[in-house]
């Protein structure tokens, strides 16, 4: 593959989604173009006349260039200063759930953990908690959607949430039970031209997006805030990763910043 037609292929992802891939990164991403079509050039992709294939094209080499790797608990340091009364309180203040969005949420390990974390802390799976997980990889949401879970993945999960929240599934896995998965939902999302808010959603008491902005360019960076700001509720709150919070200044914990009229 010539380097520069995985350049402006590069380029091309970017404006999809937002990641950013150069240098050594080209050569996965010539990887990733031979998972979508052992046959496929990226000037076959880049010169293709179809707008429906190029788009479905466009849309697959996205999925296999996702990072999609997360489990149970990550970096739970960042959650447990989560003040999920306060939040509740507002929530109820306003007649609704504590409305929760998990944004890039890959296989949706993350909006599982969002939901067991405010159940325990507001009275078991019958709290009023509705959590939204977002990604803009199909293959990551239709594992989310699956719920089974493998032993990496639930490393951190303990013996009493595991008893209380999952079933055995085939072989040594844990399947999400039905208590856990009825307090979440799934939906595509892409965080690059629609960062406010998914589709048919009013804004979140809580707003999860950890270790997505360190691979997108600067200026998606400062667009991609902007929005997610815009889609929390009054008195809510932003969380980001450490290594985001280190790229845009931004601090945790923070109450999150009223959205620019």
Same mark, same amino acid.
């Given at each position: 593959?010539?380097?520069? =037609?995985?350049?402006?292929?590069?380029?091309?992802?970017?404006?999809?989604?937002?990641?950013?891939? +150069?240098?050594? #990164?080209?050569?996965?991403?010539?990887?990733?173009?031979?998972? $979508? &079509?052992?046959?496929?050039?990226? %000037? =076959?992709?880049?010169?293709? %006349? &179809?707008?429906?294939?190029? %788009?479905?094209?466009?849309?697959?080499?996205?999925?296999?260039?996702?990072?999609?790797?997360?489990? *149970?608990?990550?970096?739970?340091?960042?959650?447990?200063? /989560?003040?999920?009364?306060?939040?509740?309180?507002?929530?109820?203040?306003?007649?609704?759930?504590?409305?929760?969005?998990?944004?890039?949420?890959?296989?949706?390990?993350?909006?599982?953990?969002?939901? /067991?974390?405010?159940?325990?802390?507001?009275?078991?799976?019958?709290?009023?908690?509705?959590?939204?997980?977002?990604? /803009?990889?199909?293959?990551?949401?239709?594992?989310?959607?699956?719920?089974?879970?493998?032993?990496?993945?639930?490393?951190?999960?303990? %013996?009493?949430?595991?008893?209380?929240? *999952?079933?055995?599934?085939?072989?040594?896995?844990?399947? $999400? +039970?039905?208590?856990?998965?009825?307090? $979440?939902? *799934?939906?595509?999302?892409?965080?690059?031209?629609?960062?406010?808010?998914?589709?048919?959603?009013?804004?979140?008491?809580?707003? /999860?997006?950890?270790?997505?902005?360190?691979? *997108?360019?600067?200026?998606?960076?400062?667009?991609?805030?902007?929005?997610?700001?815009?889609?929390?509720?009054?008195?809510?709150?932003?969380?980001? +990763?450490?290594? =985001?919070?280190?790229?845009? #200044? =931004?601090?945790?914990?923070?109450?999150?910043?009223?959205?620019?009229?």
């Amino acid at each position: 593959m010539k380097r520069e =037609d995985l350049i402006r292929l590069a380029e091309l992802v970017s404006r999809a989604s937002g990641i950013e891939l +150069g240098g050594a #990164q080209l050569g996965s991403l010539g990887g990733a173009l031979r998972r $979508v &079509d052992a046959a496929l050039e990226p %000037a =076959d992709l880049l010169e293709c %006349a &179809d707008p429906i294939r190029r %788009a479905a094209l466009v849309d697959r080499l996205v999925d296999e260039v996702s990072v999609n790797e997360t489990y *149970f608990m990550r970096h739970a340091d960042e959650l447990l200063s /989560i003040d999920w009364p306060a939040l509740a309180a507002n929530a109820l203040a306003a007649r609704r759930p504590l409305r929760i969005w998990s944004a890039a949420c890959s296989s949706g390990e993350e909006p599982y953990t969002l939901a /067991i974390m405010a159940a325990e802390a507001l009275g078991g799976a019958r709290a009023p908690v509705d959590v939204l997980g977002t990604d /803009i990889s199909p293959t990551a949401l239709a594992r989310a959607e699956r719920g089974v879970y493998g032993a990496r993945s639930m490393r951190l999960v303990s %013996a009493d949430q595991r008893q209380r929240w *999952f079933e055995p599934a085939d072989r040594n896995d844990l399947r $999400v +039970g039905d208590q856990l998965r009825a307090l $979440v939902r *799934f939906q595509r999302h892409n965080l690059v031209p629609d960062a406010s808010l998914p589709a048919g959603e009013t804004p979140f008491d809580l707003v /999860i997006c950890r270790n997505v902005l360190i691979y *997108f360019h600067r200026d998606t960076v400062t667009s991609t805030l902007r929005g997610l700001r815009a889609a929390v509720a009054s008195h809510g709150e932003l969380v980001l +990763g450490a290594a =985001d919070r280190l790229g845009t #200044q =931004d601090v945790r914990p923070a109450l999150a910043a009223p959205a620019a009229p």
